[in-house]
């Protein structure tokens, strides 16, 4: 006699399935801002997450929020990227799990407004370690695995800021204007491995980062604030499309504009007067 078996398929291999179709994505700086709302993105597309950042507690609430809504499968690391031998470390342990990342989100950052001479050297130096260095060094080791396999995708995230030198923003302006000088170079040099890397270069958003960066919100830049949902939308459109880079917003963009038909020293005083004022 035949016994009945259950159609309803298991959670467990409804996990495993979703993950054979689907590659991993890996985002750094997962525990707020634009590197929450990548991973909450991804994870509605059915990716399985790779959460990166120091701030464990948010990292392992923000993994439980997702595993519950979409059921993909989430690993939390919790990384000090400053540190590049601990991206080395963390490339390690993902390949000892056989974890193959097919796109990498390079989001993990920061900023800090105020006088150059009158900040700790430290601080400036951090920035750099940060913004530079270890983005530099995620993007090298996980681009040698998509390279082996053929192909994969890289989000760099710089900033409206990457377009000019800004008063009081004098190291985190150049850090970003490498960000986009560093994507723009390897979008042309890696293509040819089947590897797109793509630059967003987003305006003022609501994530946070204001605060962190004892940044002062002006009027002008109240009106150009944007929410993290369609700069995140704007830049994984533009990585599927293989774009070089991406500037979200239509106030954004024609700040860049503005910044192509003008003088260098206009263009630097109007938007240093708007970051400031």
């Not at 700086?29 to 959460?51: D, I, N």
């Not at 923000?62 to 080395?88: M, N, P």
């Not at 900040?119 to 750099?128: G, I, S, T, Y």
């Not at 985190?172 to 793509?198: M, N, P, Q, W």
Request: hydrophobic share 45%.
């Amino acid at each position: 006699m035949e016994t009945a078996t259950s159609t309803k398929p298991d959670k467990d291999v409804y996990i495993h399935s979703n993950l054979q179709k689907k590659e991993w994505v890996l985002v750094t700086g997962a525990s707020g801002g634009f590197g929450e709302e990548f991973a909450r993105q991804y994870a509605e597309k059915g990716h399985p997450l790779v959460l990166v950042a120091r701030r464990l507690e948010r990292l392992q609430t923000l993994a439980a929020t997702i595993r519950q809504q979409h059921r993909v499968e989430v690993i939390v690391e919790q990384v000090d990227l400053s540190d590049t031998a601990a991206v080395v470390q963390l490339h390690h342990r993902l390949r000892e799990r056989e974890i193959s990342i097919g796109i990498l989100i390079n989001n993990a950052g920061h900023g800090l407004q105020g006088s150059f001479l009158d900040a700790p050297l430290d601080a400036a130096l951090a920035m750099v370690q940060l913004d530079v260095a270890s983005l530099t060094a995620t993007t090298h080791v996980f681009a040698q695995d998509m390279r082996i396999r053929g192909g994969g995708k890289i989000l760099l995230v710089a900033s409206l800021l990457a377009y000019q030198g800004v008063q009081n923003f004098a190291v985190y302006s150049a850090a970003k204007a490498y960000v986009l000088r560093f994507g723009e170079a390897l979008h042309r040099e890696l293509r040819r491995d089947g590897i797109t890397v793509t630059t967003l270069c987003p305006g003022m958003s609501d994530t946070g980062f204001a605060s962190v960066a004892k940044q002062k919100i002006t009027p002008a830049l109240k009106r150009l604030m944007m929410q993290p949902a369609p700069v995140v939308r704007a830049g994984i459109s533009a990585l599927d499309a293989g774009r070089r880079s991406v500037v979200p917003g239509l106030a954004n963009k024609a700040l860049v504009i503005f910044t192509w038909a003008t003088p260098r020293w206009l263009h630097q005083a109007a938007l240093s007067y708007a970051m400031n004022a």
